[in-house]
């Protein structure tokens, strides 16, 4: 059974420091999945990863994915405010059509 | 482009009362349809997909029931709700092997 963890699950940081959010995951896949949730609200899809070495990049936001050490980072770069939200990673479970498995989420919120 | 419709938003039931959910999407033809369920404040868990008309496939044992009568349509029952079933449902669709799910803009469920 996939397993996807996350860590920390919550963080509270101050705008314009840096911090990585981790998402291990416990078997072979080469997808991986970074969604954001802000509070009431449904998932919005941040960066897809489908290799090993993928990186992406949005605004303050970078995404890599190391599948050898099954493990994906979402850095944050100069947090402000609007990054505030709840950011969940997700694995393609290896049947391609049979969804997704998420991790728990970390609720991030960046205080003033 | 493609667009998808969950209703309705919100929704307070009480226990042993029936549900239906609905979820349509447009734009696209034979997508992969989901539904998840998020428990309050939390991860999300996979309850049932299908890859086309007719076709479901159950994630969970529950007392909750998936249908896909038409293409671009998939619909969650259940004839008694438990106080347990209260949670957000999401309704996603996904296109090719790669492409990330994307998410209605959920129900919210009340069971009281």
């Known amino acids: 059974e996939l397993k996807v963890e996350q860590n920390p699950l919550f963080l509270s940081m101050q705008e314009g420091k840096n911090y990585t959010i981790y998402c291990n995951y416990s078997?072979?896949?080469?997808?991986l999945y970074w969604y954001r949730q802000d509070p009431g609200k449904s998932l919005e899809s941040l960066f897809v990863?489908?290799?090993?070495?993928a990186v992406k990049q949005e605004g303050r936001l970078m995404a890599s994915l190391d599948t050898k050490a099954r493990l994906s980072t979402l850095h944050i770069t100069a947090a402000v405010h609007d990054l505030s939200a709840t950011y969940f990673c997700?694995?393609?479970?290896?049947?391609?059509?049979?969804?997704?498995?998420f991790g728990k989420g970390t609720h991030l919120i960046i205080q003033p | 482009s493609q667009t998808i419709h969950q209703w309705p938003a919100t929704l307070v039931q009480p226990v042993g009362s029936p549900l239906s959910l609905e979820c349509t999407v447009e734009?696209?033809?034979?997508?992969?349809l989901y539904w998840y369920r998020q428990a309050a404040g939390r991860g999300l868990q996979l309850l049932f997909y299908?890859?086309?008309?007719?076709?479901i496939s159950s994630e969970v044992p529950q007392n909750l029931s998936a249908s896909r009568p038409q293409d671009r349509q998939f619909i969650l029952s259940s004839k008694k709700l438990l106080l347990s079933d209260s949670g957000f449902y999401l309704c996603?669709?996904?296109?090719?092997?790669?492409?990330?799910?994307?998410f209605g803009n959920g129900t919210r469920l009340t069971v009281t």
């Open positions: 299908s890859v086309g008309i007719g076709q």
């Open positions: 997700a694995v393609d479970s290896g049947g391609g059509a049979d969804g997704l498995t």
């Open positions: 990863l489908l290799s090993n070495g």
């Open positions: 996603a669709w996904s296109g090719t092997w790669d492409s990330p799910l994307h």
């Open positions: 078997t072979t896949s080469d997808r």
């Open positions: 734009g696209t033809s034979n997508p992969n």
